[in-house]
Nanobody, 113 residues
């Protein structure tokens, strides 16, 4: 069964960096768009960055110039630099595999000011 496994969250001071990783496993022939979302309590989950199998990436305006999404084979990465307290959230990996949407379990990112 296909699944997404995330790693890389944690606690960091404002201005610091973190790198999130998410790897898809299972019987996967191809993966379409991969992305990172985030959610804070009481708010809707929001798209942080997305990267299609081919084409251009897109970013949430507030992270442009600070975050970089990339992918290699079955893994998607999110390099987060110049982190701010407002980046604190649970980050979720997403992948479109075949006809279905898959989500990771979520990883907490906490930025202390």
């Amino acid at each position: 069964q296909e699944q997404l496994v995330e790693s890389g969250g944690g606690l960091v001071q404002a201005g610091g960096s973190l790198r999130l990783s998410c790897t898809a496993s299972g019987s996967i022939f191809s993966i379409g768009t991969m992305a990172w979302y985030r959610q804070v309590p009481g708010k809707q989950r929001e798209l942080v960055a997305a990267i299609p199998s081919s084409g251009t990436t897109n970013y949430l305006d507030s992270v442009k110039g600070r975050f970089t999404i990339s992918r290699a084979k079955k893994t998607v990465y999110l390099q987060m630099n110049s982190l701010k307290s407002e980046d604190t959230a649970v980050y979720y990996c997403y992948a479109r595999i075949g006809l279905y949407d898959y989500w990771g379990q979520g990883t907490q990112v906490t930025v202390s000011s």
